[in-house]
């Protein structure tokens, strides 16, 4: 996970709770200073497994996409995101 990384921001915004299907969720976003320049990652556990990606979405569609399940939807990275 993140461990591996340097330059973990000391500011990070973590969030827990139940998902719709009852399932823990944990949330977790933060900056990693990456070749120089400060990118947005999350850190996650819930219904999809446990993880980090780097990706830009706000906190609110993180939230969303922690409690789906793996069949519904995976995590896409900025560089796999069509939008």
């Known amino acids: 996970m993140?461990?591996?990384l340097m330059g973990l921001?000391?500011?990070a915004t973590t969030q827990s709770g139940l998902c719709s299907n009852g399932a823990l969720f944990k949330?977790?976003?933060t900056e990693v200073e990456v070749s120089g320049s400060k990118r947005p990652?999350?850190?996650?556990e819930g219904p999809q497994g446990r993880g980090e990606v780097q990706s830009?979405?706000?906190l609110q569609t993180a939230l969303a996409l922690v409690c789906r399940t793996p069949q519904e939807l995976r995590w896409?990275?900025?560089e796999q995101r069509d939008d």
């Open 41 to 44: 990652y999350f850190v996650y």
């Open 76 to 78: 896409l990275d900025d």
């Open 27 to 29: 949330l977790t976003q």
């Open 56 to 58: 830009s979405v706000s």
């Open 9 to 11: 921001a000391s500011a």
């Open 2 to 4: 993140l461990s591996g």
